[in-house]
């Protein structure tokens, strides 16, 4: 056991980092650039079940402190994915995190049935959390439709463990996240891009395609270390559910606080987009820092956090 290796609901992890879906390709894509087998996990695009051509362009744009995205889980469906990619996932040297989006229940149990049948995914994430489409956030509107959503899905995923990737709000995500694991998640993503505007004053219009865009990258972050440590204070540490704590992530102190706040593991997005072996620089960093603090484990330093 190395100093940073950790564990996701026994899903053993090199690392804590883990490359956030949508932000690093389906599968194997970010092995042009960084040996994979350094981080702990990557996770898939999220896949639907029919094709989608996502929004129309442009779909990125450069905000301050960060970025704004408007893609609308543009993916290749479901039955290319298991054709095409999902062999991929027995050949990295890392775990592979399946990432499922939909727009109906019948559509999240199709994907996640799928995707529990391949032994090389022993993660799901349902990606209740996407502001970039007009359904990509129903079925966190309310509690007690995503524990509906959980018990569903979890009739249908029994090998597979099951995360959910809640949306960053600032009111009420301690319930959502009490509902999704009483539905039966098995572990917390916390969370999704930010919903906000962007307009130009000169046609009046949003920037992009959409009034409503995912904000994303360091300006986000110390909200979501706020929401994760919230999460983890007021739930999920008594509870025993873990938590990938994803927001702003650019340097190891920013994943150091996520451990502290309480998230077992770190996910990086935006940062990718500025330099591709940011990840390798984190764990790194983090692997001095554990060190520094005189423990034996990261583990030792989730949720260690004094006020
Ligand atoms: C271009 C882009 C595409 C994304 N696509 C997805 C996606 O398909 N599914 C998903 O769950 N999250 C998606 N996200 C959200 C990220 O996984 C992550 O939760 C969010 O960007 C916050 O982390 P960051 O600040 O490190 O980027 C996307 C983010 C970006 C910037």
Same mark, same amino acid.
């Given at each position: 056991?190395?100093?940073?290796? %950790? ?19 389906? $599968? ?5 650039? /960084? ?8 996770? %898939? ?38 054709? @095409? ?35 090389? /995914?022993?993660?799901? @994430? +349902? ?34 463990? +099951? ?9 009420? +995500? ?14 917390? %993503? ?5 919903? $906000?505007?962007? /307009?130009?004053?000169? %046609? ?23 929401? $994760? ?13 873990? /938590? ?12 150091? @606080?996520?451990? +502290? ?28 820092? $554990? ?17």
């Amino acid at each position: 056991m190395g100093l940073i290796s %950790t564990d996701l609901c026994g899903v053993a992890l090199s690392s804590p980092v883990v490359l956030a879906a949508g932000t690093c390709g389906y $599968v194997d894509e970010m092995a042009d650039a /960084i040996d994979l087998a350094r981080v702990g996990a990557v996770t %898939t695009k999220s896949i639907t079940r029919e094709p989608r051509e996502g929004n129309q362009p442009t779909r990125i744009l450069d905000a301050p402190a960060g970025m704004i995205n408007a893609i609308g889980l543009a993916n290749m469906g479901l039955d290319r994915f298991i054709a @095409e990619k999902a062999p991929l996932a027995a050949s990295v040297p890392t775990n592979v995190i399946g990432s499922v989006a939909g727009g109906s229940v019948e559509e999240y149990l199709r994907i996640a049935g799928r995707f529990d049948e391949i032994e090389a /995914i022993p993660i799901i @994430e +349902l990606n209740v959390s996407c502001p970039n489409t007009d359904d990509g956030r129903h079925a966190s509107d309310d509690p007690d439709r995503l524990k509906g959503l959980l018990a569903e899905v979890r009739g249908v995923v029994t090998r597979s463990r +099951l995360f959910v990737k809640l949306p960053p709000k600032t009111d009420g +995500l301690v319930d959502l996240a009490e509902s999704a694991v009483a539905g039966g998640a098995d572990g917390l %993503t916390l969370t999704n891009t930010l919903e $906000v505007m962007s /307009i130009d004053v000169e %046609t009046r219009r949003s920037r992009l395609t959409r009034p409503r865009m995912g904000y994303s990258g360091p300006g986000i972050h110390p909200l979501s270390v706020r929401l $994760v440590h919230q999460v983890y204070k007021e739930f999920a540490a008594d509870a025993g559910v873990p /938590i990938i704590g994803t927001g702003g992530v650019s340097d190891w102190r920013e994943a150091a @606080e996520m451990i +502290l706040a309480g998230a077992t593991a770190v996910g990086m997005g935006t940062a990718l987009y500025v330099d591709p072996r940011s990840p390798i620089h984190v764990a790194e960093g983090l692997q001095r820092w $554990v060190r520094s603090q005189g423990c034996a484990s990261i583990g030792e330093l989730v949720g260690a956090f004094e006020q």
